[in-house]
C-alpha cells in the first residue's frame, strides 16, 4: 500500500516530533518535511511534492492561521490541534468554500483513532486526485493521464485548431490533439478553474502569479528549455472589464 506524502506545520517544536511520530507510526503515512515556521514551510512546499498537509490551527507568532495556510495551499488538510472544536465554524468554511478533503485530528487522541481518521482521509484524497486527471493524446506518445492541478494554460498552436499547446507547472510544455477549447468540459477539465482570457488562451486561474490591471495576468511556467519562467498574458479587451470586477472583489 502506498502511503499517503504530507506535510506538517505545528509551532511548538515537542508537539511536531510528536505528531511526526504518531502519523509516521500509524503505518498510513509518509512525512515528507515539517516545519514550525510559516515561511520556511511554504519555502520548503515550493521544493517538495506531498499529497495533503497536517496543519495546526493556533499558529502562535504567525501572520496566518493554520485555516488561512489551507485556503493558501489549496491542498487536502488535516487540521490537528487541540481547539478543533473551538474552530468548527472556520474549518467547515474551508470545507465549504474549497474543493479539496478536510478532516480534523485532536493532539492527544488514541492511535486507533488516528489510524481511522487517516484510512477515511486517504480515501477522500484519492477520489480528490482521481477528479483532477484527464487523459489527453499528446503528440508522439499514446493516452496520457495528466494532473490539471500541474496544468497553468492552454493555448492554439499553428497545427490546427484543434491542436493545442499545454504548459504546466512541473514539465516542459506539449502538444494535445483532437482538443479544440470546447471539449475541454468534455474531457475532464474543471471549467471553474480554467477560463477563456483570449480567443488563443485558456488559464487555471489557481496558476495566476499576478494580475496586472486591466491588461495581463503572470503565470509561472516550465518552457521548452526546462527553465522555470514568468510567462505574461493578455486578456483580451473584451473581457477586461469582467476580470477587473472579479479581482476588485
Not at 477522500?124 to 493524446?137: A, W
Not at 487555471?204 to 518552457?223: A, H, L, Q, S
Amino acid at each position: 500500500m502506498t502511503k499517503l506524502k504530507v506535510a506538517i506545520l505545528e509551532d511548538d517544536k515537542t508537539l511536531l516530533k510528536e505528531a511526526k511520530l504518531s502519523l509516521e507510526e500509524s503505518g498510513l503515512v509518509e512525512v515528507v518535511f515539517c516545519s514550525f515556521d510559516s515561511d520556511d514551510f511554504f519555502t520548503k512546499l515550493e521544493n517538495n511534492k506531498v499529497q495533503a498537509l497536517v496543519l495546526d490551527i493556533d499558529l502562535a507568532g504567525h501572520t496566518l492561521t493554520g485555516i488561512e495556510v489551507a485556503a493558501k495551499c489549496k491542498l487536502p488538510v488535516i487540521f490537528r490541534s487541540g481547539q478543533t472544536d473551538k474552530f468548527n465554524s472556520k474549518i467547515e468554511d474551508v470545507s465549504h468554500f474549497y474543493d479539496f478533503p478536510v478532516e480534523r485530528l485532536k493532539k492527544i487522541c488514541s492511535e486507533e483513532a488516528t489510524r481511522n481518521v487517516l484510512k477515511k482521509f486517504i480515501k477522500q484524497v484519492e477520489s480528490f486526485e482521481k477528479s483532477k486527471k484527464v487523459t489527453l493524446n499528446l503528440v508522439g506518445k499514446k493516452s496520457t493521464s495528466l494532473n490539471t492541478d500541474n496544468i497553468v494554460y492552454l493555448t492554439t498552436v499553428d497545427a490546427g485548431p484543434s491542436n493545442l499547446m499545454i504548459y504546466f507547472n512541473d514539465r516542459e510544455p506539449e502538444i494535445a490533439t483532437d482538443l479544440p477549447f470546447n471539449k475541454l468540459l468534455e474531457k475532464g477539465f474543471p471549467m471553474d478553474l480554467f477560463k477563456e482570457i483570449h480567443r488563443s488562451y485558456y488559464v487555471n486561474f489557481d496558476k495566476i502569479k499576478e494580475y496586472i490591471k486591466p491588461t495581463n495576468f503572470i503565470v509561472e511556467i516550465i518552457n521548452k528549455k526546462g527553465e522555470l519562467i514568468d510567462m505574461e498574458l493578455k486578456i483580451a479587451e473584451d473581457k477586461q472589464p469582467k476580470f477587473r470586477k472579479l479581482f476588485s472583489k
